[in-house]
């Protein structure tokens, strides 16, 4: 064992019980460790030693993610690194074509796990033009023995199978720079936003900024909203980077997504653009409002968040009826109204307090007794002995009622109340 395997490989390989997740993190951690002495070691050492090691570090790193507990990633992200490292390190070693091609399709169709991907438009370089020839015959070798898969994939009994030519035949059109080839393989039935958005980043990738501006633009209009919200920031992404699109096209797009989606996500994102683009917010504040009126909390977040203005944000939460149990809105908005109306706020944490209280564990009764230790200091701070009797009061009434509760009743006298 050379000198960097024997830096690198025990860093990877463990025998440890890596099925609890503290264990599996810690050696996760280590895993990255090896991960960046084989990075240092590329411009330095020898190719083929490093490309060698590299290639046992990623077997061993599959072998123990096989059966760890990682559940926070820190190893997943450790095997990626590992994989990106990988076809770098077979085109600097001149690694035989032949053997690689044997590896790839091993690795993806006879592996020890299933989800990891390997991206042959990485690996061209390593694999040249016969490489390439070999490694899309032995994909149709699989294609002719597997079939088409069914209307419903879930059905078929080469649901792996399906999914990695369908992989690789998405890279495989990137590698050819085939516009309409990305297009067909990855836009697909073309019902979520999700397909618009991969075929966008795909033909950025082949340099077909103008096409991917345009399925960018489509899928912002596609449910799901969360996907769409991406299509949407690649859309805006896009233009900006293309000079005969302005501040006022970017403008243009996000009032577009805007409408399409009132939220006020989208509304914050339409006033940084009507920001740069030099325009008074004035001048679509009531539209926006008025479209996020439609669900309070939007437009309350929206106002209290991006707009900054609390006063305007609790007289929305009253006047458009604000769910009084989405206690998270109504308590980051008493929050912010404190500097304004700290009386105004106690009923509002008054009933913060109950909704907790409906919950019989250690957290809710500290988030309890934590609020009502802020009631007394606001209603101190008025100088008001009518408030900070009603505060009183009311802790007095929830000792009583929840006399039963001894870890309540420990919480509350942690908070020092009376």
Not at 12 to 37: C, F, K, P, Y
């Amino acid at each position: 064992m050379g000198p960097l395997a024997a830096a690198v490989l025990p860093l990877i390989r463990t025998r440890a019980d890596l099925h609890r997740w503290g264990s599996a993190n810690q050696h996760g951690m280590v895993m990255h460790e090896a991960v960046d002495l084989l990075e240092q070691a590329m411009p330095t050492e020898e190719p083929v030693e490093v490309h060698a090691v590299t290639h046992k570090a990623l077997t061993s790193a599959i072998k123990v993610i096989a059966r760890a507990d990682d559940s926070s990633g820190i190893i997943g992200d450790a095997c990626r690194r590992l994989l990106a490292l990988h076809p770098r390190t077979a085109a600097a070693a001149s690694a035989p074509p032949g053997r690689l091609v044997d590896w790839m399709i091993a690795f993806q169709f006879d592996g020890d796990v299933d989800y990891f991907e390997l991206d042959p438009v990485a690996y061209a370089p390593a694999l040249g033009a016969d490489g390439i020839t070999a490694y899309r015959h032995r994909l149709g070798e699989i294609q002719e023995r597997v079939g088409d898969p069914p209307v419903d994939r879930f059905a078929s009994n080469h649901r792996h199978e399906h999914w990695v030519l369908s992989w690789n035949e998405q890279r495989l059109a990137v590698l050819d720079r085939d516009a309409d080839a990305v297009i067909r393989t990855h836009a697909r039935d073309r019902s979520i936003a999700r397909w618009f958005h991969d075929t966008a980043v795909a033909l950025v990738e082949i340099d077909r900024v103008d096409l991917a501006t345009d399925w960018a633009r489509q899928g912002a209009e596609i449910d799901p909203f969360h996907q769409a919200q991406e299509c949407a920031d690649l859309w805006v992404s896009l233009l900006d980077q293309q000079p005969r699109y302005d501040a006022d096209d970017i403008l243009a797009a996000r009032r577009s997504v805007f409408d399409r989606w009132p939220t006020d996500s989208t509304a914050a994102r339409l006033h940084d653009a009507a920001t740069a683009a030099g325009r008074a917010w004035a001048d679509i504040d009531e539209h926006v409002i008025n479209r996020l009126a439609q669900q309070p909390q939007n437009a309350v977040c929206f106002a209290l968040g991006t707009l900054r203005d609390p006063r305007r944000a609790w007289q929305l939460a009253h006047d458009l009826d604000l769910d009084p149990d989405d206690t998270h809105t109504w308590g980051t908005l008493a929050t912010a109204y404190e500097a304004i109306d700290p009386p105004a706020t106690l009923p509002v944490h008054a009933r913060i307090v109950e909704r907790d209280l409906t919950h019989a564990d250690a957290r809710h009764y500290r988030d309890a007794a934590r609020r009502l230790a802020g009631m007394r200091t606001l209603a101190a701070g008025t100088g008001d002995q009518e408030h900070i009797d009603h505060v009183d009061r009311l802790i007095a009434e929830l000792r009583l009622t929840h006399r039963r509760r001894p870890r309540l009743q420990q919480e509350f006298n942690r908070a020092r109340l009376p």
